[in-house]
């Protein structure tokens, strides 16, 4: 849990972060990076973090695999939920 957390709060930071240097027209957060950050369990930080920012909205190719990964990660904890009540029974 600990890391979910933390990979979720670093996520909605490199969001929010990224807005703000896109505003100043400095270097950003590569979308690889961004995406990489949702793999790695931040899914609900990046989606918070674009809506929250209103960042990244405009980009459908980026939604695409955002929401994509989104689907996999709810689907797999659907399965491991599942799994696991099961042996409980």
């Not at 918070?48 to 929401?67: A, D, I, N, P």
């Not at 990660?73 to 009540?85: C, D, K, N, P, R």
């Amino acid at each position: 849990m600990i890391y979910l957390w933390g990979i979720n709060t670093l996520t909605l930071l490199a969001f929010g972060w990224d807005k703000a240097r896109a505003r100043r027209r400095k270097s950003r957060v590569s979308e690889r990076r961004l995406l990489w950050l949702a793999v790695l369990g931040g899914s609900p930080g990046a989606v918070l973090g674009r809506w929250m920012f209103r960042h990244k909205t405009r980009k459908r190719g980026f939604s695409v695999w955002l929401f994509a990964i989104a689907g996999v990660q709810m689907i797999l904890i659907f399965l491991v939920m599942t799994e696991a009540s099961e042996k409980l029974l």
